[in-house]
């Protein structure tokens, strides 16, 4: 058995609480802080003034890989990708003191990393040194220790957050093996941590964490039946997903909201989005630049 203290579900009255959801990321610290000061979550000075104080800001996951998805595309990174991971590390502990808090959740780029998948690091951010990436990544490295805190699936009142997508046959497996949603979560600490799965927990791991129809890898949301019959069963309206880029937040099958705008100059977007969820309506903000 697995000890789970990654929360899985916040109560959250949705006509009073703030919710700010922002998409993948990929190592873009700067707009990543150009988005939460759009959002007056934070000032200049990093100092959290959020208004209600107990916003949460929810963060899709995938903060790493920046290469540039299109090679013609100038260099833009000053800090290597991981320090976005340490940023939103130190940015939930800033929240909580002020009653507030910041949901970074882990996206298959999370997961590829710590299995030593570098393909999508950048130059810049990989320093040609795999062996250092390696040691922040494995059981014992620093990034493990924040990574294993961090959820895959949370609730939030009525609302699924996960990278990209719960199914229904997510849930029968997990059925199958008499758990909950938040045994994923427990799988993915035990994961990260040890670099093991229990011998139980295989089909669970290999299915909705690792599989490419799981949770921070599928693209197949398409039966909207299907997706309601799922979100009712588990007492939730709306699910919110990333990976899946999008040229606007839209909603999609009635119930999905797709997140990621391509935020990260290494999309080489010139504008992006975020959610910000206040008084039970839901507001999509749009960030513009001229340079990339």
């Known amino acids: 058995m697995i000890n789970d203290d990654i929360i899985y579900e ?8 703030r919710i700010v959801i922002i998409g993948d990321i990929h190592g873009d610290i700067r707009r990543f802080k150009d988005i939460l000061i759009d959002a007056k979550v934070i000032n200049k000075n990093i100092e959290w003034i959020a208004e209600p104080k107990n916003t949460i800001v929810v963060q899709m996951g995938d903060q790493v890989d920046s290469i540039n998805r299109d ?43 710590s299995i030593g998948n570098f393909s999508y690091v950048s130059s810049k951010s990989l320093n040609n040194d795999d062996s250092k990436r390696h040691d922040l990544f494995k059981p014992s490295g620093a990034l493990s220790a924040i990574l294993s805190q961090r ?45 093991a799965v229990l011998l139980e927990d295989k089909e669970i791991f290999d299915t909705i964490i690792l599989g490419n129809d799981g949770i921070l890898w599928t693209r197949d949301l398409n039966n909207t039946e299907e ?51 206040y008084d039970n309506q839901v507001n999509i903000r749009e960030l513009k630049t001229d340079v990339v």
């Open 71 to 113: 090679p013609s595309l100038e260099e833009w990174e000053v800090l290597p990708d991981v320090e976005m991971i340490y940023f939103t590390n130190l940015l939930n502990k800033i929240a909580l003191s002020k009653g507030g808090r910041v949901i970074s959740l882990i996206g298959n780029h999370e997961m590829m990393n």
């Open 151 to 195: 959820p895959i699936v949370v609730k939030i009142g009525r609302l699924l957050f996960c990278h990209a997508g719960l199914t229904m046959q997510h849930l029968n497996i997990l059925k199958k093996y008499n758990k909950d949603i938040s045994y994923i979560n427990s799988i993915w600490k035990n994961f990260i941590k040890n670099s």
């Open 227 to 277: 997706v309601a019959k799922m979100l009712e069963s588990i007492g939730c309206n709306y699910m919110f997903v990333g990976h899946t880029v999008v040229d606007g937040i839209k909603i999609l099958n009635e119930r999905i909201w797709y997140t990621d705008t391509g935020i990260s100059r290494a999309f080489g977007n010139t504008s992006f989005q975020y959610i910000d969820i």
């Open 10 to 17: 916040y109560e959250c009255c949705h006509e009073k609480n």
